[in-house]
């Protein structure tokens, strides 16, 4: 079954540096979505991605993060510089554009800002 | 904005059914989805309802819908100990173009064998 990859399972940074998450979403799929999950928390909405556009975003998304999709296979969300509350897991999420809206979710990256 | 409520934790033994409840605040709510996320993995699909229905079965599963109330349960007959996890109850609004999911806490099930 085809499925969304996100790599670094696992990052550790400090406050302060850029951090890049990437994921690689399922070949025919038209939307990709970041959301975070902070420990214990709701899982938040963090922005859609669109035709090589940013389609939505939520007020969490603010000048520290910026979306790409650069080669046209990877979906990278940068955090520009890291404060001790980016720490979360980020999902990857990716949609066909049709149907029920069924979002795949990657495994999520673990984020650890020191 | 849209809000998804949900309780945090429930207990059951293996062989009962457990009911997790969710309620929501957007009445043009299109898709109401139920997640599940196991430790250390990320959110897979279970099941979802389009709002004009009241109920849908698929297997152990049994999605209950008031629109009027605004709550969505999930029914899982015969609990088993791989049910544990945690299950997100999610709702989206196609018809406003607001495509992103907003999710629930999230309710801890836990199944005593």
């Known amino acids: 079954e085809p499925e969304v990859t996100q790599t670094p399972s696992h990052q550790v940074t400090q406050m302060g540096q850029e951090v890049i998450l990437r994921c690689v979403p399922i070949?025919?799929?038209?939307?990709f979505y970041w959301y975070r999950q902070i420990l214990g928390q709701k899982v938040e909405f963090l922005v859609s991605?669109?035709?090589?556009?940013?389609?939505?975003k939520s007020e969490i998304f603010d000048d520290q993060f910026s979306v790409e999709r650069p080669d046209g296979s990877n979906f990278t969300l940068k955090i520009r510089s890291t404060k001790l509350e980016d720490s979360a897991m980020y999902f990857c999420?990716?949609?066909?554009?049709?149907?029920?809206?069924?979002?795949?979710f990657g495994e999520g990256s673990r984020l650890t800002v020191l | 904005g849209e809000d998804v409520e949900q309780s945090l934790f429930l207990s059951v033994r293996e062989g009962d059914s457990s009911v997790i409840n969710c309620t929501y605040t957007d009445s043009s709510s299109t898709y109401l989805y139920w997640y599940k996320q196991e430790p250390g993995a990320g959110l897979q699909l279970l099941t979802y309802i389009f709002s004009n229905m009241d109920m849908k079965q698929d297997q152990r599963l049994t999605v209950l819908l008031n629109k009027k109330d605004k709550h969505l349960s999930l029914r899982i007959a015969d609990t088993q100990t791989g049910d544990s996890a945690i299950y997100f109850c999610?709702?989206?609004?196609?018809?406003?173009?607001?495509?992103?999911?907003?999710f629930g806490s999230g309710t801890r099930l836990q199944v005593q064998p």
């Open positions: 999420a990716t949609w066909t554009g049709r149907g029920t809206g069924e979002l795949f």
């Open positions: 991605f669109y035709n090589n556009e940013i389609s939505e």
């Open positions: 999610a709702e989206s609004s196609v018809g406003t173009g607001r495509r992103a999911l907003t």
């Open positions: 070949s025919n799929h038209l939307y």
